[in-house]
């Protein structure tokens, strides 16, 4: 081979090695999964390494470009059906090295996008997050909509712990923490519809993923009056058991006051009723204490009451309320309590979390607890409140009368416009025998 043909073989070569180490460099997009909320759509690629991508946006029609550097799609990879904003997806190859994908859209989004590292059981991921181009706002009963005559329903925001790309643990036989939070959460927002008084609201009712602050954010957007946010444990022996109720540490109400106080944004917002944007910063921190201090002394408060109820329905895995820095706890207004229902990597707990019948047991004893902490603290302005004006007026007005000679219950009663039976029964009376003497709680009519 004479030496021109030599050299011109050998860059052929070294042309076609350096396309196929290329090739073989190329990170492998494997899957796409999608998620649509009530606000935004989720889409998850899991891909082989880290990528160098590229997001743009195209209008009539609608359509957002994904290209990424020197990548490939893999055997596994497909579109996937249309979902939330989703309209529909394209993807092929993009030059010699690139991949390109096309999301047809339903209508104009801001995209947002990022790139996460290997997690658990999950790899590199490549996550897209679609918002409407106009927001619309989450349909909440107000205050003002409530007839002030009976006193307003007070708000229960109810979070199901993780969802979406985010399964959080996994039981033996295979139950995901968050298909099992989203059920106890469903089964919770119902009991408490259906109770006098109190109406309840989801950060999430389906399979979707909300960032953690997002989540007590919703809380106070809602107006809630108490957040409650449902998890299932884990643990690495799967002895472990029992229900908990956890709050706030102190170490993370102070860091996160002092975030709240840093940042403008936050200030500019209502803590309790009170901007603290127009305050010096000493003040501020004052009012922002006493939100807080008042904050988590009845979230303390509304735990012990969980926490008596759910003891009454099994063994709970300690005596008293727990305390951690939990992200979904850090409201500085609303009153936050986050329940692990059981621990899902125990057999016996996962297969009562997976019954229907346990779960509905699990949000009547919530529920319990909740109701007894409002009738025991009951809001202004709320039903509860008012309930509670028109129970201390009856006491108020009940009188006393002393049994006289020839006095008998029937006349007692009739002489009072009350019932035979309703004296008895205020007086735990077993018959209507009385002694001269004896003085008996006249009940208001």
């Known amino acids: 081979m004479s030496g021109n043909r ?95 994908i096309v999301f047809d859209l339903a209508e104009g989004v801001h995209p947002k996008s990022f790139l996460l590292p290997p997690a658990d059981k999950f790899g590199y991921r490549l996550v897209l997050d679609l918002y409407p181009s106009t927001a619309k706002p989450v349909a909440v009963k107000s205050v003002a909509e409530v007839s002030v005559g009976k006193g307003r329903d007070v708000i229960v925001a109810i979070d199901a712990g993780h969802g979406g790309d985010d399964p959080g ?71 472990a058991r029992g229900s908990s109720v956890w709050v706030l540490s102190p170490r993370g109400a102070t860091n996160e006051a002092a975030r ?12 309790g009723g009170i901007s603290l944007d127009d305050k010096d910063d000493t003040l501020a921190k004052v009012l922002l204490d006493l939100s807080q201090g008042a904050t988590m002394g009845a979230s303390n408060a509304v735990a012990e009451q969980v926490l008596g109820s759910l003891k009454k329905l099994g063994p709970t895995h300690r005596n008293y309320v727990e305390r951690a820095n ?50 025991a603290s009951p809001p202004p302005g709320s039903l509860f409140a008012a309930t509670s004006r028109r129970e201390r007026g009856d006491r108020a007005k009940a009188s006393r009368y002393v049994v006289g000679r020839g006095d008998t219950l029937s006349a007692i009663a009739a002489n009072h416009g009350l019932t035979t039976a309703q004296l008895r029964a205020a007086n735990n009376l077993a018959d209507e025998r009385v002694r001269v003497g004896a003085v008996l709680e006249i009940p208001s009519g």
């Open 326 to 375: 939990f992200v979904v706890l850090r409201s500085p207004d609303v009153p936050s309590i986050l329940v692990e229902t059981a621990f899902i990597t125990n057999p016996t707990e996962e297969a009562r979390l997976t019954n229907p019948d346990h779960r509905e047991k699990l949000a009547d004893a919530i529920l319990d607890g909740v109701r007894d902490y409002f009738r």
């Open 169 to 239: 643990a996994t039981g033996a036989s295979g139950a995901h923490e968050k298909t099992i939070t989203l059920a106890v959460a469903r089964e919770l927002k119902k009991a408490i519809d259906r109770t006098p008084g109190m109406t309840a609201v989801l950060t999430r009712d389906s399979d979707y993923f909300i960032p953690l602050e997002q989540r007590y954010l919703k809380a106070r957007e809602m107006k809630a009056d108490l957040f409650v946010s449902i998890h299932a444990d884990a643990f690495t022996s799967s002895d």
């Open 260 to 271: 709240w106080l840093a940042d403008r944004e936050n200030r500019a917002d209502l803590v």
């Open 6 to 100: 030599y050299h011109r073989w050998l860059a052929a070569c070294l042309i076609a090695w350096s396309g196929m180490a290329a090739y073989a460099n190329a990170t492998e997009i494997k899957n796409l999964r999608v998620w649509a909320g009530p606000e935004y759509t989720r889409a998850v690629f899991d891909v082989s390494g880290p990528v160098d991508y590229k997001l743009f946006e195209l209008a009539k029609p609608d359509r957002i470009v994904l290209d990424l550097r020197e990548s490939t799609l893999g055997a596994e990879f497909s579109a996937p059906a249309a979902k939330g904003l989703l309209k529909g997806l394209r993807a092929g190859k993009q030059g010699k090295a690139d991949a390109r």
